[in-house]
């Protein structure tokens, strides 16, 4: 291989023209570059020499690479200094576009940098995820996976578009599923949607006008999303307690302002613009684990009917109540006005990988939303639909759920014995009736970003509270369901001994 001859640097800035120094720098090595001067492969010299030969502090030229490097020019390599690995022309080109100016101006906001780490955390090797919101692939349920696709492989003629709603055999399978569950429906009110997530977002861009106020348990699974802010929407939280969302502390919000009702607001009322409506997971809910009372669900379905407030209910973790008493009944099931609409998801009790999520609601509201489907995707996949509503239909999904609440039953048992062996003293928890999550608050303050740091170096990935919060917490989202107890238990003790050294 031939070797590659030193960059070759008879130029300095100038710094009467008004051009930031750094720019100038910028501008003169993309054009070497560009001219083939500085071939792909080439070695910059140290940020020391070039700092001496432009006439410019380090730092200057430290912000000048970096910038090189955002646009994937250069790239730093580990013992062998920054070479240059690419010469794409575009990037090159005099008043090229500025691509984070249209990234901020997009219509979907950015997740928070904690959220974000997660996302790049969650596919490191050897990471051990006890807050993540999924289930271990080790209980992928295998063999009924080849007999369902070898089923599909013999009977499937064509994977062709499917109608917006979703096939007629996975909407007639759903509302035999949710009619199961007491929730009295017609395949007529079922939409298919890929994933429980994207009815949330075609609530938010088709049936609700920017401006909208969205209540929300406080804290709230919803809040780490950026699905309703991006729609211009403000999110309020409401807080919770042992027995689910404050319905009484609900009441006192909506007095404040006037809603969207037809009626006088209290004199003592705020004027509060535009609508509202409430997002809710009263089973299971998500991060807490708490499951709303029986009491608490009607006095929730009574509020919504006199104030006139639509509910959204995520049923995302409903299939997955494992206690022994019979899982009470959903706020659709109680629903006599049409104020509710409901989703579910094959995503936490299946496979997240087969994006497929349901709703169900009143005819109109399903035909408007699978008109805004048909723009987005054409309709969820056929083969996840074809999936799912054999596993549905054939008695497999049924067969399946209930052994994986058992297994996550044991699970919860063991991470409730670990908890106490290690944590009693550092914090306090509560005990779910399902679902994934064990919701952990430290008995002293603690520096979450710093918590989160540490763990993650230490190999295991954490999810703070505060990220579903409407504000700091000092809790954690635990989570069972994704690794063995024995897993659990040694990524606890490292948890443990991270948060003595904050304490």
């Known amino acids: 291989m031939a070797r590659i001859a030193p960059l070759n640097i008879d130029w300095k800035p100038d710094r009467t023209t008004g051009e930031p120094v750094t720019e100038q720098i910028v501008g003169y090595m993309c054009e070497q ?39 994937g020019i250069v790239e730093g390599q580990h013992g062998a200094g920054t070479r240059i690995v690419s010469n794409t022309w575009s990037l090159m080109l005099p008043g090229a576009p500025d ?8 219509f979907f906001k950015a997740n928070n940098d904690t959220i974000q780490a997660i996302n790049r955390y969650e596919f490191t090797p050897n990471m051990t995820r006890i807050g993540t919101g999924e289930l271990d692939p080790r209980l992928f349920p295998k063999a009924m996976w080849r007999q369902v696709l070898g089923e599909a492989a013999d009977e499937i003629e ?19 599923h949710m009619r199961a569950t007491g929730v009295d429906c017609t395949a007529s009110q079922v939409l298919v949607t890929s994933g429980a997530l994207q009815a949330l977002q075609m609530i938010s861009v088709s049936l609700l006008p920017a401006g909208t106020t969205v209540y929300a348990e406080s804290p709230s699974y919803i809040k780490s999303l950026q699905v309703f802010q991006s729609a211009g929407m403000h999110l309020e939280g409401v807080p919770m307690d042992d027995d689910g969302l404050n319905v009484q502390a609900l009441r006192g919000l909506l007095a404040e302002g006037e809603l969207d009702t037809g009626r006088p607001a209290p004199l003592n009322a705020r004027n509060r613009k535009g609508n509202a409506i409430l997002y809710t997971i009263p089973t299971n809910h998500n991060p807490t684990g708490v499951t709303m009372s029986d009491k608490r669900r009607h006095e929730l379905v ?4 006199d104030s006139r407030l639509p509910i959204i209910e995520d ?27 409901t989703l579910g998801s094959a995503s936490k009790s299946l496979a997240p990988g087969l994006r497929i999520g349901w709703l169900v609601a009143a ?53 409730l014995v670990t908890l106490q062996e290690k944590m009693d003293g550092l914090a306090h928890w509560n005990v779910p009736s399902g679902g994934f999550y064990i919701w952990m608050t430290f008995d002293r303050p603690i520096r979450m970003n710093r918590l989160f740091q540490l763990a993650a170096e230490r190999g295991v990935l954490l999810n703070p509270g505060d990220i579903y919060d409407f504000a700091a917490d000092n809790s954690l989202r635990l989570s069972y369901s994704y690794t063995t107890p024995e897993e659990f238990a040694d990524a606890v003790d490292v948890l443990a001994a991270v948060a003595r050294e904050l304490a």
Not at 36 to 65: K, M
Not at 315 to 340: C, N, Q
Not at 368 to 395: C, E, H, I, P
Request: no cysteine; hydrophobic share 40%; glycine share 8%.
């Open 99 to 106: 691509w984070a100016d249209y990234v901020d101006s997009g």
């Open 315 to 341: 049923g995302a973790y409903r299939d997955l109540y494992f206690e022994d008493d019979a899982p009470l009944p959903s706020l659709k099931a109680l629903d006599e006005t049409g104020m509710v609409i």
């Open 363 to 415: 005819e109109p509201i399903v035909q408007r939303l699978a008109d805004v489907k048909m723009q987005m995707d054409y309709g969820a996949s056929v083969l996840s639909q074809w999936t799912f509503a054999r596993f549905l239909t054939n008695g497999m999904y049924d067969e399946y759920v209930a052994g994986l609440k058992r297994e996550l039953r044991h699970r919860r048992d063991r991470a």
């Open 302 to 305: 009574e509020l919504s009917v």
């Open 158 to 176: 064509t994977l062709g578009y499917p109608p917006p709603e979703g096939l007629p055999e996975l909407r007639e399978a759903i509302a035999a």
């Open 33 to 71: 570059v560009h001219s083939g001067n500085w071939p792909i492969g080439s070695r910059l010299p140290s940020q020391r020499a070039l700092a001496e030969w432009f006439g410019v502090n380090r730092s200057t030229v430290i912000a000048a690479i970096n910038e090189l490097s955002d646009y």
